[in-house]
């Protein structure tokens, strides 16, 4: 009965039309945090366009990745940072993390040619796009949704541009993944500053002399703590799931659910959003496409594996991961991180 519900729901997926909307306006005016941390995963996201522009033209010539070229990129990263101050972060981490990135969507277009050359660059451009939109909705709450579904538009068409030459089908999904790793490396501080207070004792005597005295104490503190990642929990008939709260945004329309109230979690035994997180026996993960902002999405449930493997969504049947690989909220991959839910 629950996964004929499931299939119930994701059924009008193919009729549904995807329009992007705003949660919330801009905001006024960003705080240097903010401005910090957007300038930051720009830079990054252009680090990422200019090195897989290297791998490109080195593709393109069946050559060796001309130094120069990740020299200049290196540099123009370095400078961009360096302008910035008062968010977290550091130079050499965002560095690390996005040669990581550029190393695995260089894999992800094996060989040389034409056809991996230009799937490199279209990785880079996606890359770049898509902490672009981090960037931007750090400082305009709500553009979330649709510049994710046009930056996935681009990259789909850039890589059937580039023709079929071995590219990993995982692509899509490992740009996302480099999106996370370093958007939420560079996410903006939130500063509070106590007040002053002054205190004055005055004391004075009968006699022929008195004497008064003042004291005064000041007192001034300052808090900094990151603004961690959250989570939201889609309530949809008798089933839920938790993501990225970005990400729920999207999806969560797209298979007719609704946001449940702040601090919610999925609970995996009963199939509702309330206050306490379950998670089940079994992962099941399903293959996705746009307007989804990841190449997949997954849920654990306590069902047979049948309840998983007849789920599909135009992409593939699910398939079933046991043991401890639960769904990650993030990465909607069994085994991702941090742990998410997904219930029939």
Same mark, same amino acid.
């Given at each position: /009965?629950?996964? !004929? ?16 909307? %705003? ?6 005016? *960003?705080?240097? &945090? ?9 830079? &990054? ?6 090195? /897989?522009?290297?791998? $490109?033209?080195?593709? *393109? ?13 290196? &540099? ?7 302008? #910035? ?11 690390? =993390? ?6 695995? =969507? ?13 799937? @490199? ?21 709500? $553009?979330?949704?649709?510049?994710? *579904? ?22 899509? @999904? ?10 939420? &490396? ?11 207070? #002054? ?21 001034? %503190? ?9 989570? %939201?929990?889609?309530?949809? *008939? ?20 609704? !946001? ?21 026996? /079994? ?18 449930? +306590? ?8 789920? +599909? ?31 029939f």
């Open positions: /009965m629950a996964d !004929i519900r499931f299939r119930r729901i994701v059924a009008t997926l193919g009729v549904v039309a995807f329009v992007a909307t %705003s949660a919330s306006s801009a905001l006024a005016g *960003a705080t240097p &945090a903010q401005k910090c941390a957007a300038s930051r995963q720009k830079a &990054a996201g252009k680090k990422i366009k200019a090195k /897989m522009g290297c791998q $490109s033209k080195a593709k *393109a010539k069946n050559t060796a990745v001309d130094p120069a070229c990740l020299t200049k990129a290196e &540099a123009k990263f370095s400078s961009a940072f360096a302008k #910035t101050s008062g968010c977290p972060g550091t130079a050499s981490g965002i560095e690390s =993390l996005v040669d990581s990135c550029v190393a695995t =969507l260089t894999g992800d277009a094996p060989g040389n040619g034409k056809c991996p050359s230009s799937t @490199a660059k279209a990785e880079g451009k996606a890359g770049s796009c898509e902490l672009g939109c981090t960037a931007k909705e750090i400082t305009k709450p709500g $553009s979330l949704a649709g510049c994710h *579904a046009k930056c996935d538009g681009k990259l789909s068409s850039g890589i059937a541009k580039a023709g079929a030459c071995g590219q990993s089908p995982t692509i899509q @999904a490992d740009v996302h993944n480099c999106r996370d790793s370093i958007s939420a &490396a560079l996410q903006p501080t939130t500063t509070t500053t106590s007040s002053t207070s #002054t205190t004055t004792t005055t004391s004075s005597s009968t006699s022929t002399s008195s004497s008064s005295s003042t004291s005064t104490s000041t007192s001034s %503190s300052t808090t900094t703590s990151t603004a961690p990642l959250t989570t %939201s929990c889609c309530q949809l *008939a008798g089933a839920c799931f938790d993501a990225k709260s970005s990400d729920a945004a999207i999806k969560c329309p797209l298979v007719g659910g609704t !946001i449940a109230t702040p601090g919610s979690a999925c609970g995996a035994f009963t199939g509702t959003c309330g206050p306490t997180k379950q998670t089940g026996t /079994m992962c099941c993960q399903i293959p996705t496409g746009p307007p989804f902002p990841h190449a997949s999405l997954c849920f654990d449930s +306590n069902a047979p594996p049948t309840a998983c493997t007849s789920q +599909n969504l135009g992409f593939g049947p699910g398939v079933v991961h046991s043991g401890s690989s639960a769904c990650g909220a993030f990465t909607e991959t069994c085994g991702g991180s941090p742990s998410g839910a997904f219930l």
